[in-house]
T-cell receptor, first 111, second 116 residues
Framework: KQEVTQIPAALSVPEGENLVLNCSFTDSAIYNLQWFRQDPGKGLTSLLLIQSSQREQTSGRLNASLDKSSGRSTLYIAASQPGDSATYLCAVRVPDYKLSFGAGTTVTVRA | DTGVSQDPRHKITKRGQNVTFRCDPI?????LYWYRQTLGQGPEFLTY????????KSRLLSDRFSAERPKGSFSTLEIQRTEQGDSAMYLCASSLALGSGQETQYFGPGTRLLVL
């Protein structure tokens, strides 16, 4: 059974600081890994998807890396802003199509 | 807006009542997923459909839960004889199968259920 862990569970940083969010998974037989953002009481917004054959993906201030052999992914958010405050979830897709999620990292960016 | 929509957004019910949620996926998407999320946790997979066929159900989906996607378009999730432990956010997602690894799941806003 795929287990996904996100550390830390919560993070508070001053505006402008770079954010580093970690995700680890136990089974390296994944199709892809997705990072999502969730605002309080809302659904999930997909941020980045990394294929199993890729090492990283970038979108604007966001960069995600994937090391499948060690079961790790890292999401970097450069020059954080108060609007980046949210919960960030990583999810791995295994061959039976469903996503296995971590519990998330709740980020607070202080103005 | 052509994203995934869910109805209702919030539902409060008394223990023992039945509830039904609806999900309308992105129109050309052939896969539809249901997840459940409790406070402080990530979503957990419940079930998924490929067109109208329900292909997998999690062991979390007790016999009080039933899901349908009758014409391969919208889906309903029904919970019979609700229990307080059913209180959660129910999320629907849809995707278009493009081949291994290419699939991105798009999520709706969720239905928040509170069982009193």
């Amino acid at each position: 059974k795929q287990e996904v862990t996100q550390i830390p569970a919560a993070l508070s940083v001053p505006e402008g600081e770079n954010l580093v969010l970690n995700c680890s998974f136990t089974d390296s037989a994944i199709y892809n890994l997705q990072w999502f953002r969730q605002d309080p009481g809302k659904g999930l917004t997909s941020l980045l998807l990394i294929q199993s054959s890729q090492r990283e993906q970038t979108s604007g201030r966001l960069n995600a890396s994937l090391d499948k052999s060690s079961g790790r992914s890292t999401l970097y958010i450069a020059a954080s802003q108060p609007g980046d405050s949210a919960t960030y979830l990583c999810a791995v897709r295994v061959p039976d199509y469903k996503l296995s999620f971590g519990a998330g990292t709740t980020v607070t960016v202080r103005a | 807006d052509t994203g995934v929509s869910q109805d209702p957004r919030h539902k409060i019910t008394k223990r023992g009542q039945n509830v039904t949620f609806r999900c309308d996926p992105i129109s050309e998407h052939n896969r539809l997923y249901w997840y459940r999320q409790t406070l402080g946790q990530g979503p957990e997979f419940l079930t998924y459909f490929q067109n109208e066929a329900q292909l997998e159900k999690s062991r979390l989906l007790s016999d009080r839960f039933s899901a349908e996607r009758p014409k391969g378009s919208f889906s309903t999730l029904e919970i019979q004889r609700t229990e307080q432990g059913d209180s959660a956010m129910y999320l629907c997602a849809s995707s278009l199968a493009l081949g291994s690894g290419q699939e991105t799941q798009y999520f709706g806003p969720g239905t928040r259920l509170l069982v009193l």
